[in-house]
Every structure is written in structure tokens, then in C-alpha cells.
């Protein structure tokens, strides 16, 4: 049996582990996940994504998904320093909670939203193909904002700060809190976006055996390329934005996967007392699958830059062209940048 030095010991190794872990883990997607952010805003507001109803939800995702990172993501930096805000104040402990809650959900949901998008687009009914609309997309954006600002307000009242830490205020609250987040998070909108994604990718081969269809497609590209320049790429920047939603989605599910297990893992043994190794252990493993979580939020503009060759050549072009620096300081961060009399017309 061993002692109680070699159980400090291994209690202090465990807790540097978690601490180094989650301080340079949170620190990383800090980074990542602004940078990232920061490039996803300035392609997906070009011209061919701002009319496209797909592009429009991945877009709203990355608001919550910045205040996840500047927010939340911060403030679990700063406990690493020993600097927790959430413990000193009653106020950021609800205030950080509510808003990893909500905003967590609202993130998925534009994903999952995205992904219906393209199942309209792809289906051969043309009233479903309707919901792939700009004007439903929308009204459907700021109708979700407000309805998971208000189903997550029950966090504020569970939420407390006992003892200097800023827990679940009753184990009651705790059970309730950990299966309503295990099925919502895990299995009600995994299996939606799954269920979606199946019947899309079904539609997408479905439209490819149809040799009418394909042919109709090809003439309609024919006379555009004639007539229409702009709308030769519709088509591919519906796929690619299809492509770059069903990756997302796959990243999502597996690396929700552990944090899931967890939660199933802390409800089961909730009224069981735990020694203070089996604790160290069960932050570890936490710490671990928050980690994998939270990632989601600032990994989609890499994601997109991995699946989507289009996606690429916008982000290229938007650097090469300087409107990187435009969009962010405006033409006047470089005196000699301005039209010329005799290249204007190459800056088209």
C-alpha cells in the first residue's frame, strides 16, 4: 500500500500535468482560434459567400465562436496563473458559464443549420430547395441567437460560487444540468447532423446518376459561361461549402466523443465519494476532453483551408490583392497603394 509522500507526490504530478496541459492547450487555441477567426470573417464577407445561404450560418458561427475564445478560453487561461476570475466574483462565475453555455450551442446549431442547407440544396423537391435561401437564412440566424440566450438562462441561477470555487449549486441541479447537456450535446445534435449529412451525401450521388440532370447542368454552365461569367463557379462553391460543412461535422463528433463519456462518467457517480487520487484523475481526464471541446471553436477556418481548394484560392487572392490590409486599416495604411491612371484597369 502506498504511503502518503508517494500519494502527494503523485497528486502534485498529476496536477502539473493538468495545469501545463491547460494552460498551453488553452493558450494555443487562443492564438489559433483568433487568427483564425479573424481570416474566416474576411473571406467568407467576399461577394460570392455573402450570397450564398450556406456560407451565410458558417459565418454567424464564428461570432459565438469568438466570444468562446475571448471569453471563456481567457478566463481559463488566467486560472492557470492562479488568477481566476470565477472564483472572486460571483458576477464572472454565471457570467462565464452562461456564456460558454449558450454560445457553445448557438455554434452548433448554425453548423447544424449550414448542413440542412445544403440537404435543401441538394434535394430534388423544389419546396425543400427553397429553404437554401438567403432570406430564410436570415431570419433564421438572429431567431436562434435569441432563442439559446434564453433556454440557457437556467446556468445563471444553477451556477454558484461555494467555497471560493464556482460550481453546480446542488447535486440536483448538477444530475440535471449533466443529462440535458450529455443529450443535447451528444446524441440530439450528432444525430441531426449525421442523419442530415447521410441523406445530403445520398442526394448528392442520387443527382450525379441522373444523366438528364447532368446534362441540364452542363447546358445551363454553357450558356452562363456565355452570357454570365460569374455563375460558372455556382456550382462549385456549393460543393466545396458542402464538403467543408460534412468535414466539420466529422471533427465535431469525435472530438465531443470523450467530453460526452465524461459527463455520462461524473452523473453516474455523482453521490459517490471519490478519494482524492480518483479526483485528480477525473480533473485530468476533464481538462483533457474540454480541451478536444473547445477546439472545435477555433479550428474551422483550418479545417476549411485543408478540404476546400476554392476556399484556398479566396484566401490567396484576398492576401496577394492587399485587401487583407485594406479590410483591416483601410486604403490609407499605405500611401503609395492607390489607383493608377494606367493600371486601373488591371485592378479589376
Not at 438562462?153 to 461555494?162: D, E, F, N, W, Y
Not at 447521410?198 to 440532370?213: A, D, E, G, P, Y
Not at 485587401?323 to 494606367?342: A, E, I, K, W, Y
Request: net charge positive.
Amino acid at each position: 500500500m502506498p504511503n502518503i509522500t508517494e500519494i502527494d507526490s503523485f497528486l502534485t504530478t498529476i496536477n502539473t500535468i493538468q495545469t501545463n496541459f491547460s494552460r498551453y492547450g488553452y493558450l494555443i487555441i487562443f492564438i489559433l482560434g483568433n487568427i483564425g477567426s479573424l481570416l474566416n470573417i474576411l473571406v467568407l464577407t467576399r461577394p460570392n459567400y455573402l450570397r450564398n445561404s450556406c456560407s451565410s450560418y458558417i459565418l454567424a458561427s464564428t461570432l459565438p465562436n469568438l466570444l468562446i475564445i475571448n471569453i471563456v478560453i481567457l478566463f481559463r487561461i488566467l486560472a492557470t496563473f492562479d488568477f481566476d476570475l470565477t472564483s472572486k466574483s460571483r458576477f464572472f462565475c454565471k457570467f462565464q458559464w452562461y456564456i460558454s453555455h449558450s454560445m457553445t450551442l448557438l455554434s452548433r446549431t448554425y453548423i447544424l443549420l449550414a448542413c440542412i442547407d445544403r440537404w435543401a440544396m441538394t434535394s430534388t423537391i423544389v419546396r425543400r430547395r427553397a429553404f437554401a435561401r438567403m432570406k430564410i437564412s436570415m431570419t433564421i440566424i438572429p431567431m436562434a441567437g435569441i432563442i439559446w440566450s434564453l433556454v440557457s438562462i437556467h446556468v445563471l441561477t444553477g451556477q454558484k460560487r461555494i467555497k471560493g470555487q464556482c460550481v453546480l449549486g446542488s447535486n440536483s441541479y448538477a444530475i440535471f444540468f449533466n443529462v440535458y447537456n450529455t443529450v443535447l450535446v451528444g446524441l440530439v445534435i450528432p444525430i441531426l447532423m449525421t442523419g442530415f449529412s447521410l441523406v445530403t451525401i445520398r442526394n448528392v450521388k442520387q443527382l450525379q446518376n441522373r444523366v438528364n440532370h447532368r446534362a441540364q447542368i452542363i447546358h445551363t454552365i454553357i450558356i452562363n459561361r456565355a452570357n454570365h461569367p460569374s455563375a460558372v463557379n455556382k456550382k462549385s462553391y456549393d460543393y466545396q461549402l458542402l464538403f467543408m460543412v460534412l468535414v466539420q461535422i466529422f471533427v465535431y463528433i469525435i472530438t465531443n466523443f470523450p467530453f460526452v463519456i465524461h459527463s455520462i462518467y461524473v452523473t453516474i457517480t455523482i453521490t459517490c465519494s471519490n478519494s482524492s487520487v480518483q479526483l485528480a484523475i477525473e480533473n485530468l481526464a476533464l481538462s483533457i476532453a474540454y480541451v478536444l471541446v473547445i477546439t472545435n471553436f477555433c479550428t474551422t477556418f483550418y479545417i476549411y483551408i485543408l478540404t476546400s481548394a476554392t476556399f484556398r484560392k479566396d484566401l490567396k487572392r484576398l492576401l496577394l490583392h492587399n485587401r487583407f490590409m485594406d479590410q483591416l486599416f483601410g486604403n490609407g495604411h499605405n500611401p503609395q497603394v492607390g489607383p493608377r491612371p494606367n493600371t486601373i484597369g488591371n485592378t479589376r
